[in-house]
């Protein structure tokens, strides 16, 4: 039966069941009648699909036998075995009748957390773009959206508490000199009611605000947060910016408590994550404030002060009530906060301290950049490779009960509208969906394949695109075509600036 994720395990009984007009949804939540009614049906079989809240060791049973009967322990697993039968509808869907096999299907995910990330900062998406991908990604069972929100090239959010986050830190004048202007946030009623669409089918929407590094979004709306106090503009090239926050400004972490204040109280999510990735220490080398806490604090590095800063984030964020995620170089302190759950996104270094951080009990999500990375052309990350990402390849054994899930990351730097978007994140998205949900046993690429093509067609009702199964593993060729081009732009070699950042920000800065 052509479902995606694949689910635990699919009985098929005898004959056929009709979903149509004449089917009764009986259902505690509202949602599942919407999700269900995404296509025109005519009459059928009189008959009912009930949701059901009732004990079951599983997410949520499905026992489809002239009647369609639903059962979960929680509205969450009623919810997942609405987008299972979703997919069987459309799946046996011709001229406004739904015809399906009986079966019975008895599901539950690998991991607790599967997510997708999206970055609306180098390119912006609005509201209508983001409800969309919502659509998709909970119809595959995805339960995490996480926005990247800030960075150098412009802050996303209305601000009420730093209206000059709007004023100034909104639109970028050009990028890389083309003199296209790149501007937009989401208003408070937006993420309002994007948290509300995502809570309903079960999507918890999780905001980054990268810090300390990817911060100059700040020192232009306001400069006396930087270590120089100078008036810059936001950046108009992508790579890695050594203006950052000054961590010996005390002033600073009361402007961030009040920011994320502003930010917590729009997100329910508990998560909450505060980057700390690519930080250069360059400025905070020079800078007496910065120098006095390295000084004050017996640090022999400026890694710890990366660590002090971070840590202090984090408890502000603790005060909140959330829980804080950083990417991996935030663990170069060795004096992280034990809260923090850590993605790992970067080999070498990276790939070293995950390991170790692993092994003292650190909790992680796993988003590789290769292959997880969306933004990366299919020539580097095909989808083939994409479904074969083993997240528990990554660490020999050592310290895996503590995975708690993957993420697939799109950047947006060369993702400039909806449509390279969707070609972008689809159908690999639903690759790595498929890893976050079925167990490895039950995976196959050739049967994933044959599946797919059912979700795609849900997928161009909804009117969102996506790169062709066929396409999507570009041969050797073309493959290396799409590399060199990708690797030129993403290094931004004429912007010798940001290569010296790049590797400053690989360093750990002694004293
Ligand atoms: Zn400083």
Redesign the pocket.
Request: hydrophobic share 20%.
């Given at each position: 039966m052509n479902i995606v994720p694949k689910p635990l395990s699919i009985s098929v009984l005898e004959g056929e069941t009709l979903f149509s007009n004449s089917t009764e949804i009986v259902s505690p939540i509202d949602v599942i009648v919407k999700e269900l009614n995404f296509l025109d049906y005519e009459r059928g079989d009189d008959n009912k699909a009930i949701f059901q809240l009732a004990p079951t060791e599983y997410d949520y049973e499905i026992v489809i036998n002239g009647d369609i009967r639903v059962v979960a322990r929680t509205n969450e697993g009623l919810f997942h075995g609405a987008m299972t039968l979703k997919q069987l509808i459309f799946d046996g869907y011709f001229e406004g009748v739904a015809t399906i096999k009986n079966c019975h299907i008895k599901d539950r995910p690998r991991f607790e957390y599967r997510s997708f990330m999206l970055d609306i900062v180098r390119h912006f998406f609005d509201k209508n773009a983001i409800l969309k991908l919502i659509d998709i990604l909970s119809l595959v069972k995805i339960n995490n959206l996480h926005l990247h929100i800030s960075d150098n090239q412009g802050y996303r959010l209305e601000s009420e508490v730093f209206p000059e986050l709007n004023e100034k830190a909104n639109t970028r004048r050009s990028t890389r000199g083309d003199g296209i202007p790149v501007g937009g946030y989401l208003s408070k009623a937006d993420v309002k009611e994007i948290v509300d669409y995502a809570g309903e089918r079960f999507v918890n929407v999780v905001p980054e605000i990268d810090l300390p590094g990817h911060t100059l979004f700040m020192l232009v709306a306001r400069p006396e947060t930087g270590?120089t106090g100078e008036q810059f503009d936001l950046a108009e090239r992508y790579g890695i910016d050594n203006r950052i926050l000054?961590?010996?400004?005390e002033e600073n972490y009361e402007i961030i408590d009040k920011l994320l204040g502003e930010i917590t109280e729009m997100f329910p999510s508990k998560y909450f994550h505060i980057g700390g990735d690519e930080v250069p220490k360059t400025?905070?080398q020079k800078?007496e404030?910065?120098r006095a806490v390295v000084e004050r604090e017996g640090f022999d590095n400026y890694e710890q002060l990366q660590g002090y800063f971070t840590n202090r984030v984090i408890n502000i964020l603790k005060r909140y009530d959330k829980i804080p995620i950083v990417w991996n170089e935030a663990l170069y302190s060795d004096m992280l906060d034990d809260s923090a759950v850590c993605q790992y996104w970067s080999d070498g270094r990276g790939a070293r301290a995950v390991r170790e951080a692993l092994k003292n009990g650190r909790k992680m999500f796993v988003s590789k950049n290769f292959p997880c990375y969306l933004d990366y052309p299919h020539g580097i990350n095909p989808l083939k490779r994409a479904y074969r990402f083993e997240p528990m390849s990554c660490f020999d054994g050592v310290g895996e009960e503590n995975i708690l899930g993957i993420e697939s990351p799109l950047w947006t730097e060369w993702v400039a509208d909806e449509d390279k978007l969707h070609h972008q994140a689809f159908p690999r998205a639903i690759a790595f969906a498929e890893t976050g949900w079925t167990r490895k046993e039950d995976k196959c690429y050739k049967d994933f394949v044959e599946r797919l093509y059912n979700v795609l067609g849900i997928l161009e009702a909804y009117e969102v695109g996506y790169e062709h199964p066929t396409k999507a593993n570009p041969n050797i060729f073309k493959a290396f075509g799409q590399a060199v081009k990708f690797l030129i732009d993403m290094l931004d070699l004429g912007d010798r600036k940001a290569v010296r950042n790049a590797l400053d920000a690989q360093k750990g800065r002694k004293k």
């Open positions: 270590c000054c961590a010996g400004n400025q905070w800078c404030k910065c």
